[in-house]
């Protein structure tokens, strides 16, 4: 029994990771609205080497429409600059002085629709994610069974716990899809 509890308490935490990996995905397609969030993965040439932004600039929020870089070295600022435009953002960085001003251009209806196919995909990859994991643990189960480690009854009743695990993320990810095409639509 202890096996099943502990299949059980894996199977979720797995699928919670799934859920999180999600999240981290979906943060990453923009909307019309600015956050700092879209420059987390662009990396900077930084004395030789390759370095996340945040390691050689402060970013902030100037207003809604409107991301702030501010380096900690006036020589990077070129930089840092030609790591935002070359990062395939659709991003387009204008110096101002000592600060880098990125503007969040308007999405296109086309580009929202595109945006909203991906963040679908997105989902559906993330819900095959959690079925996968059900589908091992319930072939975990049978093997178990075969060896006597568990009961039929146990087996069908662990079974139909991973099942409402499966179910009850599979809704979360559907929120989150459902609220991100929300946002993405909105203008």
Same mark, same amino acid.
Request: hydrophobic share 40%; no cysteine; net charge positive.
């Given at each position: 029994?202890?096996?099943?509890? @502990?299949?059980?308490?894996?199977?979720?935490?797995?699928?919670?990771?799934?859920? @999180?990996?999600?999240?981290?995905?979906? /943060?990453?397609?923009?909307?019309?609205?600015?956050?700092?969030?879209?420059?987390?993965?662009?990396? $900077?040439?930084?004395?030789?080497?390759? /370095? +996340?932004?945040?390691?050689?600039?402060?970013?902030?929020?100037?207003? /809604?429409?409107?991301?702030? $870089?501010?380096?900690?070295?006036? +020589?990077?600022?070129?930089? $840092? @600059?030609?790591?935002?435009?070359?990062?395939?953002?659709?991003?387009n960085p204008a110096s101002q002085g000592d600060l880098i001003r990125v503007p969040m251009p308007m999405l296109t209806e086309e580009r929202r629709r595109d945006l909203?196919?991906?963040?679908?995909?997105?989902? @559906?990859?993330?819900?095959?994610?959690?079925?996968?994991?059900?589908?091992?643990?319930?072939?975990?189960l049978k093997d178990a069974l075969k060896k006597k480690e568990i009961s039929e009854d146990d087996e069908?009743?662990?079974?139909?716990?991973?099942?409402?695990?499966?179910?009850?993320?599979?809704?979360?990810?559907?929120?989150?899809? /459902?609220?991100?095409?929300?946002?993405?639509?909105?203008?």
């Amino acid at each position: 029994m202890i096996v099943a509890a @502990e299949l059980k308490k894996q199977i979720e935490q797995k699928m919670q990771k799934s859920i @999180e990996a999600l999240k981290q995905d979906l /943060a990453k397609v923009r909307t019309g609205r600015a956050h700092t969030g879209l420059l987390d993965h662009v990396q $900077v040439e930084y004395y030789g080497a390759m /370095a +996340p932004l945040s390691q050689v600039a402060n970013v902030t929020l100037i207003d /809604a429409r409107t991301i702030g $870089v501010q380096t900690w070295e006036k +020589p990077m600022l070129a930089k $840092v @600059e030609k790591a935002i435009r070359d990062a395939d953002l659709g991003l387009n960085p204008a110096s101002q002085g000592d600060l880098i001003r990125v503007p969040m251009p308007m999405l296109t209806e086309e580009r929202r629709r595109d945006l909203t196919k991906l963040v679908k995909q997105e989902g @559906e990859g993330a819900k095959v994610a959690v079925r996968n994991l059900r589908r091992d643990a319930n072939n975990q189960l049978k093997d178990a069974l075969k060896k006597k480690e568990i009961s039929e009854d146990d087996e069908r009743r662990i079974q139909d716990e991973i099942q409402k695990l499966t179910d009850r993320h599979v809704v979360e990810i559907d929120k989150l899809v /459902a609220d991100k095409e929300k946002d993405l639509l909105a203008i």
